[in-house]
């Protein structure tokens, strides 16, 4: 027969076991999302992030955590935010928003596996070995979208076939920023245009660029790929819209913000995929042996209503080919 004591020292241990199993219990995964924009411009990407990673069996606060770190377009931020993720040992990094997130990242530490969307080439940038095997710690989804700047002027000057000086806003602080300007000014010089530079810094010097365009006679705008611009877009979209200027733009989120034309890549659906290789990661994968993505559809998008504001009539040609006509 179990007397009382023998009854209280066998609840104890029968309480005190499950506490203990479930301190034995793995931590669970810990991923650090660095990104040089802003969590409001972003939320669309997050969430194509989150779907991706749902799909690869992870849902945050379930059997995932992410520590969200965001620049706010301060670029120079980025080496600390992800020496932050490093002190927080996370299991896995994402670095979103541009080459110079995942530079961050991959200076930051040579042995957490790191998930990128950076720019068209990065192999050239040091990131990884190569596109099949990257061999490294890192691997992700090359955009390759500064290579279309020519395509987007042709079709801009579909829009505007008189357009004879040529606006080209640049992040003064872009890892090919002056890859872009002779892109730019070569196709520029072969359509028999002039082409204007509007570098910009911070937020502040936006609307001193559209008016240095204004007062240099520029008839059209091509905004350039940048992390910075695409956290501005709707401020970048109504200036153009204030100032009368045509514009091109690198993202579908530019149109649907009411930009002119945009033609380029998803940047939703690498957000997507990044979740779905951060799963592959978390179960074992290595960066290493995952090859860098690169795009292999490119979209056009059309606002036929911002051409109709601008006075501009909109071929019949280019209905046509447009992915997405938004009236």
Do not use: C
């Amino acid at each position: 027969m179990i007397g009382r004591r023998d009854f209280i020292t066998l609840l104890g241990g029968a309480t005190a076991w499950p506490l203990a199993a479930r301190a034995q219990q793995p931590a669970m995964p810990l991923i650090g999302f660095l990104n040089s924009g802003s969590a409001l411009a972003f939320q669309r990407h997050v969430d194509a992030f989150h779907q991706g990673l749902k799909e690869a069996g992870y849902v945050e606060g379930r059997n995932v955590a992410i520590d969200y770190r965001w620049a706010d377009g301060q670029q120079g931020r980025l080496p600390e935010l992800a020496a932050a993720l490093v002190r927080r040992r996370a299991s896995l990094i994402v670095a979103t928003g541009g080459s110079m997130s995942a530079h961050a990242a991959t200076n930051a530490t040579a042995t957490i596996p790191i998930v990128f969307i950076a720019g068209p080439d990065p192999v050239a940038d040091g990131l990884v070995q190569n596109l099949r095997q990257p061999g490294g710690n890192a691997t992700g989804f090359a955009m390759t979208t500064s290579q279309l700047m020519p395509k987007r002027l042709e079709l801009l000057l579909e829009l505007v076939p008189k357009a004879a000086t040529i606006a080209l806003l640049l992040n003064a602080t872009g890892v090919d920023t002056d890859a872009v300007e002779k892109d730019v000014e070569a196709a520029t010089r072969a359509f028999g245009r002039r082409m204007v530079v509007l570098k910009v810094g911070t937020e502040s010097d936006l609307e001193a660029a559209f008016l240095s365009a204004v007062r240099q006679g520029a008839d059209a705008l091509l905004v350039s790929p940048s992390a910075i611009f695409t956290d501005r877009r709707a401020q970048i979209v109504a200036f153009a819209a204030r100032y009368a200027l045509p514009a091109a733009y690198p993202w579908r989120e530019y149109a649907e913000a009411g930009g002119l034309i945009s033609y380029g890549p998803s940047v939703v659906l690498a957000y997507y995929q990044t979740g779905q290789y951060a799963g592959r990661i978390l179960k074992g994968d290595k960066p290493a042996d995952l090859p860098v993505q690169q795009p292999v559809k490119f979209e056009e998008v059309l606002n036929v209503k911002t051409a109709k504001a601008l006075g501009l009539t909109v071929p019949p040609s280019l209905l046509a080919t447009a992915d997405e006509v938004i009236e």
